[in-house]
């Protein structure tokens, strides 16, 4: 079974940057498909971005394209999520998870971290 610990969330100001990191421990997950979702206040979880095993496939939600970039390193057993130009609708709380397949469908996941808090002030 893998864990999956987030870090690096906080409080920042509109238009600053964060990373996230998403660690795994238990198993390796660099065959696995990873991804980050989030959770805002009064609403849904929302799709944020999805990675591919090796890097080469990639998407990200229509609201955070040219914002937010993912990466991984799996010699680290980490995945990452670089958010730059924060606006005050990105704060929720942000989960990563990893599965089978690339997708952008939350049941397609099935190990989930306990998320990590993003609070962006206007």
């Known amino acids: 079974q893998v864990q999956l610990a987030e870090s690096g969330g906080g409080l920042v100001q509109a238009g600053g940057s964060l990373r996230l990191s998403c660690a795994a421990s238990?198993?390796?997950?660099?065959?696995?498909?990873a991804a980050w979702f989030r959770r805002a206040p009064g609403k849904e979880r929302e799709f944020v971005s999805a990675?591919?095993?090796?890097?080469?496939?990639?998407y990200y939600a229509d609201s955070v394209k040219g914002r937010f970039t993912i990466s991984r390193d799996n010699a680290k057993n980490t995945v990452y999520l670089q958010m730059s130009s924060l606006k005050s609708e990105d704060t929720a709380v942000y989960y990563c998870?990893?599965?089978?397949?690339?997708?952008?469908?939350?049941?397609?996941?099935?190990?989930w971290g306990q998320g990590t808090q993003v609070t962006v002030s206007s």
């Open positions: 998870a990893t599965g089978v397949g690339t997708t952008t469908n939350a049941y397609a996941y099935n190990n």
């Open positions: 990675i591919n095993w090796g890097g080469g496939v990639i």
């Open positions: 238990g198993r390796a997950i660099g065959s696995y498909a």
